[in-house]
């Protein structure tokens, strides 16, 4: 019996070896990649290398280091970030001062009388209300005396004017407020002596510029004036150079550019404390190269003493007269100061040629009667005066216009 079982076994055997045989034959190897279909293999060519980024894995970080035992990590700083270039901010482009065209100079005391409102109520209120009465005995003619004094005209013109209406108005026996306003008004124009030239002395002279100089102390509004004058010669239709000889101010010379560039000027200046007459000579120079018809220099004013003053006027006159004569030497004048204002007036015209006034601030407390007064203390006509802080204030003189402002409206 088991002789017999053992070729069924052996037969079993094999046919499960066969079987095993042919299923691994037919199952699908590892390692083998399947058949892709027609169309769609990869285009690689033959012969063709293949990038090591395709095959070769991608490398691992770097691990940090491990610290020793009992020392702290080190954790690498971060990178700086990358600076970022920025384009320098640009500026932008200097807008040229608009050139202003300046009122002409034409009418312009008639334009201004309203400034001289209180002089008005000395002379156009006070004298004729005076002169208007019924009886005029001694007491009302001092009482005409001490207004005339009192507006600053002076004891000695009062006393010349008070003695002229006396006998006038005695002679001719007025009394009606126009009549005496005409005698009045005559009279104040006799004491400005109209028959005085107050033009400016400008224009060329043997083919170069006339130059003038501009004199007077710091605060009587001296560099103002001068940037002011030069609006009345463009408005006259001149062609100006300033020159900021006034080196001793810091502020002179760039308030005098400002005036200048309002009105298409060109302005020469020099370095700060440098020297004044050097400046002058400059600007001299400059007006002849730049063909304009007159040269105005404005000069220093502080100077403490009577020979700093003389020799300081004296260099710069000296100065220019190398390249021709000074055409006008003007004083400028603060009206406000009043009588107090003439000693020092009396001393620029020890040290210099002045031949004309400018009143500044006649608009303000001061008293029309300073004008007369300047005139007989000095002797020397009053060409321009201010009647107001605007650049267009600054008018012509004209005695009978002035005077007739003065007394206001008949």
Do not use: Y
């Amino acid at each position: 019996m088991k002789d017999a079982l053992v070729p069924v076994l052996i037969v079993i055997g094999l046919l499960l070896l066969a079987g095993l045989t042919l299923f691994l034959v037919r199952r699908p190897g590892r390692g083998t990649l399947p058949q892709a279909p027609e169309g769609e293999r990869p285009g690689i060519e033959r012969g063709e290398k293949i990038p090591p980024s395709v095959i070769a894995p991608p490398a691992p970080e770097k691990a940090p280091e491990q610290a020793a035992p009992g020392k702290p990590a080190v954790v690498p700083a971060p990178a700086p970030p990358a600076p970022v270039e920025t384009a320098p901010p640009v500026a932008p482009p200097k807008a040229e001062p608009e050139i202003e065209k300046p009122e002409p100079t034409a009418g312009r005391l008639v334009r201004l009388r309203a400034r001289l409102s209180r002089s008005q109520n000395v002379f156009g209120k006070g004298l004729l209300g005076l002169l208007s009465r019924d009886h005029l005995d001694d007491d009302a003619w001092d009482e005409v005396e001490e207004s005339l004094i009192s507006a600053d005209v002076g004891v000695q013109a009062t006393t010349e004017i008070v003695a002229k209406l006396r006998e006038r108005t005695r002679v001719l026996g007025t009394r009606s407020t126009a009549d005496l306003r005409s005698l009045l008004a005559e009279e104040l124009t006799e004491a400005l002596d109209p028959k005085l030239d107050r033009s400016l002395h400008t224009g060329v002279v043997d083919g170069k510029p006339s130059v003038i100089l501009v004199v007077g102390v710091n605060g009587a509004g001296k560099t103002t004036s001068c940037g002011k004058i030069a609006r009345v010669l463009v408005a006259d239709g001149h062609t100006v150079v300033l020159g900021a000889a006034d080196t001793f101010r810091a502020a002179a010379a760039e308030q005098l550019a400002t005036w200048a560039s309002r009105v298409g000027a060109q302005v020469v200046r020099g370095p700060e404390g440098g020297d004044p007459a050097a400046v002058a000579f400059d600007a001299v120079k400059k007006g002849i190269d730049a063909g304009v018809d007159t040269v105005l220099i404005d000069t220093a004013g502080r100077l403490q003493n009577k020979v700093g003053l003389m020799d300081e006027l004296g260099k710069i006159k000296r100065v220019v007269e190398k390249h021709g004569p000074v055409s006008e030497t003007l004083l400028v004048l603060d009206a406000t100061a009043g009588q107090n204002g003439l000693s020092q007036a009396r001393v620029f015209t020890e040290v210099a040629d002045v031949t004309g006034v400018v009143l500044t601030k006649l608009d303000g407390t001061a008293k029309g009667g300073i004008v007369i007064a300047v005139q007989r203390a000095l002797g020397i006509p009053v060409k321009l005066v201010g009647l107001g802080e605007g650049p267009d204030d600054l008018a012509p003189f004209d005695p009978q216009q002035f005077v007739s402002a003065l007394l206001g409206d008949e």
